[in-house]
């Protein structure tokens, strides 16, 4: 039986014609802005993100540590949600790299108001350390696929900008936001100070992300991308795959949003999982185990052995994605396999 892999939205591999697209790349130097089809993509994503310009990096966690240290200095504190990617799973890369201080917000959905914003922005002193930027992500990755509604967001923008901080977008699943609301993506990044969106993750591509600024926040942005280890030469290779898939996977996302809701509904109908969803949903969808007696690494094994892969997250919470390379019909599969084993695990335990 073939795997159905819920881990993440990264686990897809190129398809055919993604493969095709990246074979015929038209390529030239990276470093020296030669490669068109790099080009032509750091264009694409800057006008649909409505900013003047735009760098395309191997990854998101290397977007939002050069947007870190851009917009940062030595000693400075960066504000974001407490469960974020960036305070999570980025190995500290703030402190370690551009020696900032993280201000952790605890949060229920990895969503923040501007009054929380405000209460953990320091007021300027002597003493305390210089509160110098905000992160959101949109949507929430450890905290199920939210959404920020816009009002939400343009919020704590103002609040931040009022304080005279840099404001960024994690944009990892931005596509996502925007398939589940119809809300442009530019309207979501609009005055914003960057941002960035993945195309690892739902978009399918092998790699990359393309961070978006201002003509001056990309000089900087430059400078660090080089001392992080440089530019990547023919790299139009991979910006070909993320231009098929700004071509061809965007308006699939909604089947991901479908999946995910479709996923929730065949699970909660039994009383063993108990959904933390956001309203809209969108692909990651987080739960947690109730009445079987077993703890959450036993039952990601045993769904493993019956061909369903989930991912545990730190607290107890499982998680399951949908991307493009799980069909509607695995994900019905994958619902009936989970409630299968959750059924014998309660009768085992009573
Ligand atoms: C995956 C992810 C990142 C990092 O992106 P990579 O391309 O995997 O480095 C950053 N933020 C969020 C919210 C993510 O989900």
């Given at each position: 039986m073939k795997l159905i892999d819920l881990y993440s939205d990264t686990q897809t591999v190129p398809t055919e014609g993604m493969r095709v697209a990246m074979a015929t790349a038209k390529v030239g130097d990276e470093q020296m802005?030669?490669?068109?089809?790099t080009r032509e993509l750091c264009i694409r994503v800057a006008e649909q993100l409505d900013f003047e310009a735009?760098?395309?990096?191997?990854?998101?966690?290397?977007?939002?540590?050069v947007a870190t240290l851009v917009h940062t200095r030595p000693g400075d504190e960066l504000i974001a949600d407490a469960q974020s990617h960036i305070c999570t799973t980025e190995g500290a890369g703030a402190a370690a790299i551009a020696g900032v201080a993280i201000n952790p917000i605890p949060t229920r959905n990895g969503i923040f108001t501007a009054d929380e914003c405000r209460a953990a922005i320091r007021e300027p002193s002597r003493t305390a350390p210089r509160s110098a930027m905000i992160s959101i992500e949109q949507t929430t990755n450890f905290s199920g696929g939210a959404v920020w509604p816009i009002d939400v967001l343009h919020g704590?923008?103002?609040?931040?900008?009022?304080?005279?901080?840099?404001?960024h977008i994690d944009g990892a699943r931005l596509f996502n936001a925007s398939a589940a609301t119809g809300v442009p993506l530019k309207a979501y990044t609009d005055g914003w100070d960057s941002a960035w969106v993945d195309f690892s993750k739902a978009m399918?591509?092998?790699?990359?992300?393309?961070?978006?600024?201002?003509?001056?926040?990309m000089r900087d942005a430059w400078t660090w991308k080089y001392r992080l280890g440089g530019a990547m030469r023919q790299s139009g290779i991979v910006a070909a795959a993320a231009l098929y898939a700004l071509d061809h996977h965007v308006t699939r996302l909604a089947d991901d949003h479908a999946n995910a809701a479709l996923f929730i509904r065949l699970l909660a109908s039994e009383p063993y999982f108990v959904f933390e969803a956001p309203n809209p949903i969108t692909n990651l969808v987080l739960f947690r185990l109730q009445g079987l007696h077993v703890n959450t690494v036993t039952f990601v094994e045993h769904a493993l052995q019956r061909g369903v892969r989930l991912r545990k997250l730190s607290?107890?919470?499982?998680?399951?994605?949908?991307?493009?390379?799980?069909?509607?019909?695995?994900?019905?599969?994958?619902?009936?396999?989970?409630?299968?084993?959750a059924r014998e695990l309660a009768a085992d335990a009573s």
């Open positions: 802005d030669g490669d068109p089809t735009a760098v395309f990096m191997p990854s998101g966690t290397m977007c939002n540590l704590v923008r103002d609040a931040a900008l009022d304080a005279g901080l840099r404001t399918g591509c092998p790699f990359g992300a393309v961070l978006c600024g201002d003509a001056r926040f607290d107890g919470r499982l998680r399951a994605t949908t991307h493009l390379d799980v069909t509607r019909d695995q994900v019905v599969a994958a619902a009936g396999i989970l409630n299968d084993l």
